[in-house]
């Protein structure tokens, strides 16, 4: 199936996320994305658990204290009612279907090929001048120079910790701040350029 037409599919699947209400859909959707979770390695599962976990706490908590309806719980001036544990449960299970569904979607299609199709659908406002294509270019060729930037930083480090001068962490940021910021202001000027004389130089 191609990347477009999965991109299209995912669309259609965050309207129904957004249009649907009732939380016997949603457990079914949410089922449907745990199953094809299992077929995605791990390591790219739990990239940034923390983070969504912490947003989806977050969410639930925020919505849960809904004050109209039958109150469920009442301790002090906390006060859960049913209305408000059926918002906080749809709110949420929609943040959950977003991000993993999207973490379906980034493990089934390739990065460039989801810019690709991005770039086919939105190529016509090229009539209108909008730099579609420029646009696209600069951001691929961005993001492949991120893994570049990090395994450049991690060898920086590491040949600091072989020499015994790593430091205190103020040190470390110090160090870090310098060696990056010309890496992206290069980075910035010619991101093609540096993308190949850094691959070249990874060989």
């Given amino acids: 199936m191609s990347s477009g037409i999965l991109l299209l599919l995912y669309t259609l699947f965050a309207a129904t996320v957004f ?43 925020s919505n849960v ?34 991000v993993y569904a999207a973490k379906v979607l980034a493990a089934v299609v390739p990065l460039d090929a989801m810019l690709a199709s991005l770039k086919r ?4 406002l ?27 930083l991690r060898e920086e480090y590491r040949k600091g910790g072989e020499k015994g001068d790593a430091g205190g962490p103020g040190e470390r ?3 870090g701040v310098s060696f990056l910021v010309p890496l992206f202001a290069e980075s910035m000027r010619d991101p093609e350029g540096f993308f190949s004389r850094q691959e070249n130089r990874m060989q």
């Fill in 121 to 124: 659908i939105l190529a016509p």
């Fill in 173 to 175: 940021i110090r160090r």
């Fill in 19 to 61: 249009l649907v209400r009732e939380l016997s859909v949603h457990a079914a959707l949410s089922a449907g994305i745990v199953f094809a979770l299992l077929f995605i390695p791990f390591r790219k599962v739990r990239g940034g658990i923390v983070p969504i976990l912490f947003f989806l706490g977050f969410t639930f908590l």
């Fill in 65 to 98: 204290f809904y004050r109209t309806g039958e109150v469920l719980l009442h301790i002090g001036p906390v006060r859960v009612t049913d209305e408000g544990l059926r918002l906080a449960l749809l709110r949420t299970v929609r943040v959950f279907e977003m």
């Fill in 126 to 152: 090229e009539r209108i001048g909008v730099p579609v294509h420029d646009f696209f270019t600069v951001t691929a060729l961005t993001l492949k120079c991120f893994p570049v930037l990090a395994q450049r």
